[in-house]
């Protein structure tokens, strides 16, 4: 089976930085993945991590430890507009080898 | 490229009604995701096709539900009979993939279709 766990709510001000983090249990590892879903609307793609480091991408970055079985996704410079929910999602080995198992997700509320 | 397209968008129904739910993938995508979505249960994966033919559906919940796709730009996830719990936001997405396959392949997410069962 799998599990993954993210923490349910966070807080933070504009212009702070805060970190996300996930922990997943898999019975197999293809992939791990970062999206971001606004209240009303569906998610996003952030980012995809599949070797151990991190990955850059303006403002966000996200983070893979394979051997911990951990990620987290790192928000800088925040914005009213980060305020949303921000989904872990991994995709094991399986047939087709693309679904995605997703976090409940962190909800990030971005305060002035 | 309109991307993922999904109707209806709302849907209230009572107890006992048939419920239909479509989605048309991105053209060019092969695999298709059926997810739901509820505040307790976060997003679940219901079902998923790869080339028009259904590869897990171990996340179905139960015989009421079910889930077609006969060609490569349609698929249908019916509920009958609808019961209250069934009651989430619906999404679907598709993704490019081939078998075992590496690389990204990101999943994009239509708008999804609200359901309430009252």
């Known amino acids: 089976g799998q599990n993954i766990d993210q923490p349910t709510e966070m807080t933070a001000t504009e212009g702070a930085i805060v970190q996300i983090n996930c922990t997943y249990q898999?019975?197999?590892?293809?992939?791990l993945f970062w999206y971001q879903q606004h209240a009303g609307e569906a998610p996003t793609f952030l980012s995809y991590?599949?070797?151990?480091g991190l990955e850059e991408k303006g403002r966000f970055s996200s983070f893979l430890s394979r051997s911990k079985g951990y990620s987290y996704l790192l928000l800088k410079e925040l914005q009213m507009k980060d305020s949303a929910s921000y989904l872990c999602?991994?995709?094991?080995?399986?047939?087709?080898?693309?679904?995605?198992?997703f976090g409940k997700g962190t909800t990030l509320s971005v305060s002035s | 490229d309109a991307g993922v397209i999904q109707s209806p968008r709302h849907e209230v129904t009572e107890m006992g009604q048939e419920v239909t739910l479509r989605c048309k993938p991105i053209s060019g995508h092969n695999s298709l995701f059926w997810y739901r979505q509820t505040m307790m249960r976060g997003l679940e994966l219901l079902i998923y096709?790869?080339?028009?033919?259904?590869?897990?559906d171990s996340g179905m919940p139960e015989d009421r539900f079910s889930a077609k796709m006969p060609n490569a730009s349609f698929s249908t996830l019916k509920i009958q009979p609808s019961e209250p719990r069934d009651s989430a936001v619906y999404f679907c997405a598709s993704s490019y993939s081939a078998l075992q396959s590496s690389g990204a392949n990101v999943l994009t997410f239509g708008a999804g279709s609200r359901l309430t069962v009252l």
């Open positions: 096709f790869n080339n028009n033919v259904p590869i897990d």
């Open positions: 991590n599949v070797l151990d």
């Open positions: 999602a991994v995709r094991g080995l399986n047939q087709a080898g693309t679904a995605l198992i």
């Open positions: 898999t019975s197999g590892f293809n992939g």
